[in-house]
């Protein structure tokens, strides 16, 4: 059998897998579980995934990369399942997996849209995460390289291009001169007429320079969909996390992009129980997804990850970190159905994938026509919604 990738955790780790799955695409018997580290809950579920794969492929060889094969080696080398481990810095390069060199993949055979890594790494010290021990620290591919990346996708037929990485708006930090994430976008843009659609992973809303807003703000072919770096609602919470924005920060963000572009969706993530957060900080944090408007919420109970300070802080019971973390997810699920609920009735330009559902600019999920060709664009009108589906 051909060589699996099993992809868990966020945007980057999908672009990073495809990336993988390509360099073994002459391999076989190989099954490669590209793990997430940033919850608890994430090493667990990367543990399930291994031994998942080891009962459906007894025979393969299965080895380890991601986060957590940095930030739980020693657990993950002792499972009985797991052959080796590659290292997270190393999993992009062939010699790791002793094969050949060979040029990276560009789109996913399973995605209609392509995911480009343009950023790796973080320089921030939020005390609540442990990435930055399993990604070191923030680094850029240049404007040529994203170009090149770009051009690849697109003439392989791709029709929307997602970029990502661990703190993508740090984009161009490292490099000579200094440049803004705003900058790249828009050279992506401007040298790039026939892309159709660009969208962003997680942005740190503090960082949204003024020409990366101007293309949210009036671009049409950068989607009305913008998903913020939040993590909490109170300001006091977010002091101790060591975040670099405060409430109003995000608020007066939003109001301006609602202001002059008001179809726009907001995402955003939020922790739910962070130590020391008191039922005052809850309802905060609950208050600031109706304020924003959040349709496209990631909620993620907190759990301590080891050598990070918030884990030597006073904790919040677990119980009430689950209860709070499901008031979360309700209020967003809420906001979403009312959402949704105005999107009937009104045309959607979406991208069909192979399920026979595409997503809208505005990235809402809606059926396509039967028969729509996997990878086009097309215009429809949802008669109704069903089940968080427009049909």
Same mark, same amino acid.
């Given at each position: 059998m051909k060589a699996e990738v099993i992809s868990l955790g966020c945007r980057l780790n999908i672009a990073e897998s495809e990336q993988i799955r390509t360099l073994l695409a002459n391999e076989s018997d190989v099954v490669v579980v590209n793990?997430?580290?940033?919850?608890?809950?994430?090493?667990?579920?990367t543990r399930q995934a291994i031994r998942q794969a080891r009962r459906a492929r007894p025979d393969a060889r299965l080895l380890?990369?991601?986060?957590?094969?940095?930030?739980?080696?020693?657990?993950? +080398?002792?499972?009985?399942?797991?052959?080796?481990?590659?290292? #997270?810095?190393?999993?992009?390069?062939?010699? +790791?997996?002793?094969?050949?060199?060979?040029?990276?993949?560009?789109?996913?055979?399973?995605?209609?849209? @392509?995911?480009?890594?343009?950023? #790796?790494?973080?320089?921030?010290?939020?005390?609540?995460?442990?990435?930055?021990q399993g990604r070191g620290d923030s680094r850029s591919l240049t404007v040529a390289q994203v170009l090149h990346e770009v051009e690849r996708h697109l003439d392989l037929g791709a029709k929307e291009v997602v970029l990502t990485g661990v703190?993508?708006?740090?984009?161009?930090?490292?490099? @000579?001169?200094?440049?803004?994430?705003?900058?790249?976008?828009?050279?992506?843009?401007?040298?790039?007429?026939?892309?159709?659609?660009?969208?962003?992973?997680?942005?740190?809303?503090?960082?949204?320079?003024?020409?990366?807003?101007?293309?949210?703000?009036?671009?049409?072919?950068v989607m009305p969909h913008i998903h913020l770096s939040l993590q909490h609602g109170h300001d006091l919470i977010l002091k101790r996390m060591k975040r670099r924005h405060s409430r109003a920060d995000a608020v007066e963000l939003v109001s301006r992009l609602k202001e002059a572009r008001p179809e726009i969706a907001i995402g955003g993530d939020l922790i739910a129980g962070f130590p020391t957060e008191t039922h005052v900080h809850h309802t905060a944090n609950l208050s600031i997804i109706e304020e924003l408007e959040i349709v496209h919420g990631h909620i993620f109970p907190y759990s301590p990850r080891p050598g990070t300070p918030a884990a030597r802080m006073p904790q919040v019971d677990g119980r009430a970190i689950r209860a709070r973390a499901a008031d979360l997810r309700a209020c967003v699920a809420r906001m979403r159905q009312r959402w949704l609920e105005q999107q009937v009735g009104k045309p959607q330009v979406i991208l069909a994938e192979a399920d026979g559902c595409g997503y809208s600019e505005s990235y809402a999920r809606v059926a396509a026509p039967a028969g729509t060709p996997t990878g086009s664009i097309v215009t429809v009108t949802p008669s109704q919604l069903d089940k968080g589906l427009l049909i």
């Open positions: 793990s997430c580290a940033v919850t608890s809950a994430a090493v667990r579920q380890v990369t991601g986060c957590a094969a940095e930030i739980e080696r020693e657990a993950l +080398a002792a499972m009985p399942e797991v052959d080796g481990l590659i290292a #997270n810095t190393a999993k992009l390069d062939p010699r +790791a997996w002793n094969v050949p060199a060979q040029p990276l993949p560009v789109r996913s055979e399973k995605h209609t849209r @392509a995911f480009i890594a343009v950023q #790796n790494g973080c320089d921030h010290a939020c005390t609540f995460c442990v990435i930055p703190d993508v708006t740090s984009w161009g930090h490292d490099l @000579a001169a200094l440049p803004k994430l705003g900058e790249l976008v828009r050279q992506v843009l401007d040298t790039f007429p026939q892309l159709a659609r660009l969208r962003m992973s997680s942005l740190d809303g503090i960082e949204v320079d003024g020409d990366l807003f101007e293309l949210f703000a009036h671009h049409p072919r």
